[in-house]
């Protein structure tokens, strides 16, 4: 499974999908790096690349839905799934230490972490843009 991007991921947030199209091609480049057998110096920039990036991202994510008065229980649902993610992250690097460019890391990204984002990005993001929506609120207002 690779990951790509369609429109059915759009969440109608442009910062929010802006950020998710970035992140799916890094995803992309970190298997298509680990499938060509890279250095593990190399491997290891996308990696740090990534965890850079989903911070931002999450942080961003999570800014607005305070910004927009989100209701408090989808809030500490959506954190708590971002949190879920870093345990996944952090399963990748252990992998990552013995072999960098190991069938077993190929598997569980396209496995674990692609499988993450796909349900995270069709429910739990989709959620807020249909949120935003209904309220009638203009996301244009707080700079996304
Ligand atoms: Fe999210």
């Avoid at 996308?46 to 989903?54: I, N, Q």
Wanted: hydrophobic content about 45%; charged content about 30%.
């Amino acid at each position: 499974m690779d990951i790509k991007w369609t429109d059915d991921l759009t969440v109608g947030v442009d910062a929010i999908d802006y950020q998710h199209k970035e992140l799916i091609a890094i995803i992309h480049n970190l298997l298509k790096a680990i499938n060509r057998g890279d250095a593990r110096d190399e491997i290891e920039k996308v990696m740090a690349f990534l965890k850079m990036y989903v911070e931002v991202h999450f942080l961003m994510e999570e800014t607005l839905m305070l910004n927009i008065n989100y209701p408090q229980d989808k809030l500490l649902e959506h954190e708590a799934q971002h949190a879920q993610f870093w345990d996944t992250y952090d399963e990748l690097v252990v992998i990552f230490k013995k072999d960098h460019c190991s069938p077993v890391l190929l598997d569980t990204i396209k496995n674990v972490l692609v499988g993450w984002f796909a349900n995270h990005m069709r429910k739990t993001d989709k959620a807020i843009g249909v949120f935003i929506k209904k309220g009638g609120k203009d996301t244009k207002a707080y700079g996304y």
